[in-house]
């Protein structure tokens, strides 16, 4: 009964370092999400992927690259990390639209990054 | 685009009072709307969600929220709050797509016991 699973929870990196934030679900989802939590901004959409094998921009990709591997992971990569990119990262993931009803977002647990 | 406002940032409220936490949302097409809650070092969970149908939704534990077309609105009230309420809480909004949602950005209410 994992949901959605995240790793690593917590990482500290210097600037110009590269990470990769790794996410998987265990529901059959199609949609994965990206996100960042920052305090007092609530939270932002980085990327997101609708279906395995597209990815889209969300409000704020600079210095974000992802991969949808397969339907159950979607990973979040840092090439070159700078002190802005200090923030709560969350996945998440939801199921298919069918019949007008909408599937709620599932989320992991989260990953805090620090960046020096 | 869509955007959502949470007026309140902190909504402090003692054991058993009520309470509302405020959302407004801005769009120009139809949307569904969410609460989110997020207790410490978690992540966020739903709490209640409005697709169609009947304006006024609730939850489990007592949480109900109403939408309000004309003044594009979705606050969150209880009428009596528990310790375990203590939580930030979040309004959501997406499109008829539902690949994208956007957030405001919350509201930390705090229950004094």
């Known amino acids: 009964n994992a949901g959605v699973t995240q790793t690593p929870k917590f990482q500290v990196l210097k600037t110009g370092q590269s990470m990769t934030l790794q996410c998987a679900q265990d529901m059959n989802h199609n949609s994965m999400y990206w996100y960042r939590q920052d305090p007092g901004m609530g939270l932002r959409l980085i990327y997101y992927?609708?279906?395995?094998?597209?990815?889209d921009k969300g409000e704020v990709p600079n210095g974000y690259n992802v991969s949808r591997l397969n339907k159950r992971e979607f990973s979040l990569r840092l090439e070159s990390a700078a002190p802005s990119q200090t923030s709560v990262y969350f996945c998440a993931s939801s199921g298919p639209w069918r019949g007008g009803q909408i599937g709620e977002l599932f989320f992991g647990e989260g990953s805090r990054l620090t960046v020096l | 685009a869509q955007s959502v406002t949470q007026l309140d940032s902190q909504v402090p409220v003692f054991e058993e009072a009520p309470v509302e936490l405020r959302c407004n949302y801005s769009?120009?097409?139809?949307?569904?709307l969410f609460w989110y809650v997020q207790y410490p070092n978690q992540g966020l969970q739903l709490l209640l969600k409005y697709l169609s149908g009947s304006t006024l939704v609730e939850s489990i534990n007592g949480f109900e929220a109403e939408f309000n077309k004309s003044q594009t609105s979705f606050h969150l009230r209880k009428p009596s709050v528990h310790i375990s309420d203590t939580a930030e809480y979040f309004c959501?909004?997406?499109?008829?797509?539902?690949?994208?949602?956007?957030f405001g950005t919350g509201t930390s209410l705090t229950v004094i016991p």
């Open positions: 959501a909004v997406s499109d008829y797509t539902g690949n994208q949602f956007y």
């Open positions: 992927s609708a279906s395995e094998g597209t990815t």
């Open positions: 769009s120009s097409v139809s949307v569904y």
